[in-house]
């Protein structure tokens, strides 16, 4: 079982709708949960970052941890074509490394 | 604020010889930065870490003669990609740590190796 597990889609939606993009993970020692946007050919952009679990929103983006059930989330609200990327959710463990472990990245479409 | 860059952002190479790649934080200081290897529709792959002062430490498998990482500065990271080969060809990104559990991404250096 991979440390990570993200659905790689592709997931296509209509301008507007709401995304939900979720990864699950296996290694009870993450403790920091970030969301990266990669346009094709650029390096990713960091989104959001949260600790433990709990919401944090920052405008359209609302970012979910559930360390109990090992499962986040990333909700786009009112998605827009320009929302158009892969997502990838990474995570650190509190055990001093910064090394990000990655998911495989969701491709995201949103349809004009 | 939090940005990196990346330089060249595309280099094509004949076989055998050496390319550089730098990666910079702009407008802050990072103790340590990443190298990245990311192959199409796949998701990055960790090569080093690399701290200023200090030798880089590398993932499992990766040639650290081959890929030869200096942080010279808090602000200042190169790899080098010695005796390239065409399996060589990639997309290498940096990121640069601004704090414990924040990291930034440079927009990657294309290069081909012919």
């Known amino acids: 079982q991979k440390e990570v597990e993200q659905d790689p889609g592709p997931l296509s939606v209509p301008e507007g709708a709401i995304v939900s993009l979720n990864c699950t993970y296996s290694?009870?020692?993450?403790?920091?949960f970030m969301w990266y946007r990669q346009y094709s050919r650029k390096g990713p952009e960091l989104l959001m970052y949260t600790y433990s679990s709990g919401n944090k929103e920052d405008g359209r983006f609302t970012a979910q941890v559930d360390k109990s059930s090992k499962y986040i989330s990333l909700f786009i609200r009112d998605s827009q074509p320009s929302d158009s990327a892969t997502y990838l959710c990474a995570m650190i463990d509190q055990g001093g490394s910064e090394k990000l472990v990655f998911g495989k990245g969701t491709k995201l479409t949103v349809n004009p | 604020g939090a940005v990196v860059s990346q330089h060249p952002s595309w280099v094509i190479c004949k076989s055998g010889t050496s390319v550089k790649i730098e990666c910079r934080s702009l407008d802050f200081q990072a103790t340590t930065m990443f190298w990245y290897r990311q192959f199409p529709k796949q998701s990055l792959m960790l090569m080093a870490t690399s701290n200023e002062g200090s030798k880089a430490t590398y993932e499992q498998g990766v040639e650290k003669d081959k890929f030869l990482i200096n942080h010279a500065s808090l602000t200042l990271s190169t790899l080098t990609v010695t005796s390239a080969h065409p399996e060589d060809s990639s997309f290498y990104i940096c990121?640069?740590?601004?704090?414990?559990?924040?990291?930034?991404f440079g927009p990657g250096t294309r290069l081909t190796v012919t």
């Open positions: 290694n009870s020692a993450f403790q920091y």
């Open positions: 990121s640069a740590s601004r704090g414990p559990y924040e990291q930034y």
